[in-house]
């Protein structure tokens, strides 16, 4: 392969991110889109004598007749063969492509087992995953399922409805909204095009099943974003491994590629609910809730900066802890652990320890571990990695450090003023300390605030 046909990270990531959004397309019957490439980018049905997975053909015409809108800085046309040649992949970097679609896919679909077979594609809602829970098993046959409408993401549209049935005219007009927005992504950097994208895409196929034939209780969002991340992980293993060009090893998917990461945030209630001052309290809380969040997405970021992954890496964010999808190098593990050390100085100096953000060494997996039938025992490993490396708090940190906080206890002393708001720290001014007067500042502004960045 030629040097100047290898494709970059970036059009792997975008064409991972858009490889099924002719599937929006084709439920709401935009043929206009539907290019004539069926025996090109079709796998062919002997057994029936047609050409399958026709998705591929809107996904073709819309990103060929929109490629202006994405960025400068990728071959364009590079980027849209490697998202629509996902079901006849060639090249080797096409069968990465192909593989991110498939193991996402088999890690999240089950056989449909709704009474719903006899609905045609573009009728069929996004299932709401809650009817899978129950306090007591099995699940009652009497209960309805739940769906959700085609509608943008917000805080109303949330909730399920018991009856639904989609229509072409819903999609269409659904799909002439989001087009709106798509276009003004225009002339965007590609830093700045993937994170709107991804926002643009969240709000509108939140709601869209990722696939009618299965169990329909996966979103195309969901599937787009963990399709990416899969990709972007599988170039960087076969790129730094020196395997990019063996289509062999591309395809093996028994070989740990992958890494799955973890951060925990330790001591979220005891530092959220530490308030010694009535006068402040409000504020102080609700800066230190933002704070949580913040901190535990901003370390997911930095870290996936410093790997120069994309921002779809980070598969999970919530409850103060984030779940990373990595590849398996040596490089990252180096990479991990300097992180590590960074994150334990910044929480003893910043929190005295009281915070801690544990990053684990990670869960090295293979495809197949990723299947649906063998995720169960991946969970579990993740699980232990997370509960492992909270065991060890501050074990780089103490290693070259004194466990007892003496520098801000000697400013303390010196100045005879500790901070009314914590009780732990030097006054900068005739109340407060540097840390309580940025958190009473914040939650001052964060009520009044539209925005953040």
């Not at 629509?84 to 060639?90: A, E, F, G, I, S």
């Not at 169990?215 to 599937?223: G, R, V």
């Not at 992954?309 to 991990?336: C, D, H, T, W, Y």
Request: hydrophobic share 35%; with cysteine.
């Amino acid at each position: 392969m030629e040097h100047q046909e290898i494709p970059r990270l970036e059009e792997v990531v975008l064409a991972a991110l858009f490889h099924d959004i002719g599937k929006f397309l084709q439920r709401a019957g935009k043929e206009e889109y539907k290019t004539n490439q069926e025996s090109v980018l079709c796998p062919f049905q002997k057994s029936g004598g047609y050409y399958s997975h026709q998705h591929v053909l809107f996904s073709d015409g819309f990103l060929s007749t929109r490629k202006n809108i994405f960025p400068l800085e990728i071959n364009r046309d590079r980027f849209i063969n490697l998202a629509v040649k996902h079901h006849r992949p060639d090249s080797p970097y096409e069968w990465m492509i192909a593989m991110a679609d498939r193991l996402s896919s088999g890690s999240d679909r089950m056989k449909k087992a709704l009474n719903e077979q006899d609905k045609k594609y573009f009728q069929q809602p996004l299932q709401s995953i809650f009817d899978k829970i129950a306090l007591q098993k099995p699940i009652s046959s009497s209960s309805r399922p739940h769906f959700y409408p085609l509608k943008k993401l917000d805080p109303i549209q949330v909730f399920s409805q018991s009856e639904l049935e989609l229509s072409k005219d819903q999609y269409a007009a659904f799909w002439e909204t989001f087009e709106n927005d798509f276009q003004k992504l225009q002339n965007l950097s590609y830093r700045h095009f993937l994170q709107a994208a991804d926002s643009l895409l969240e709000v509108y196929t939140w709601c869209i099943p990722s696939s009618t034939l299965d169990e329909p209780d996966i979103s195309l969002y969901d599937h787009l974003r963990t399709s990416a991340a899969l990709a972007a992980a599988l170039y960087r293993y076969h790129q730094e491994t020196a395997t990019q060009d063996d289509l062999q090893e591309v395809t093996n998917d028994r070989l740990k590629k992958f890494l799955f990461v973890s951060g925990d945030l330790s001591g979220i209630q005891s530092y959220l609910f530490d308030l010694k001052s009535t006068k402040y309290n409000a504020k102080m809380l609700r800066a230190k809730s933002f704070e949580l969040q913040a901190f535990s997405e901003f370390a997911a970021n930095r870290l996936l900066e410093k790997l120069n992954l994309p921002p779809q890496s980070r598969i999970m964010n919530a409850g103060g802890r984030f779940l990373l999808l990595l590849p398996n190098l040596e490089g990252v593990k180096e990479i991990l652990a300097d992180f590590r050390a960074e994150m334990e100085a910044y929480c003893a100096e910043r929190y005295f320890g009281e915070l801690s953000l544990n990053i684990s060494p990670g869960v090295e997996a293979s495809g197949e571990m990723l299947l649906q039938e063998n995720a169960a025992r991946l969970f579990a490993l993740i699980a232990r990695d997370v509960a492992e490396s909270k065991q060890k708090k501050f074990q780089l940190y103490l290693q070259t450090h004194s466990p007892i906080l003496e520098k801000e206890y000697e400013k303390i002393r010196d100045n005879q003023s500790v901070c009314e708001a914590c009780e732990k720290r030097v006054k900068i001014n005739e109340i407060t300390c540097r840390v309580c007067t940025d958190l009473i500042r914040f939650g001052e502004q964060i009520p009044k605030s539209r925005f953040l960045a």
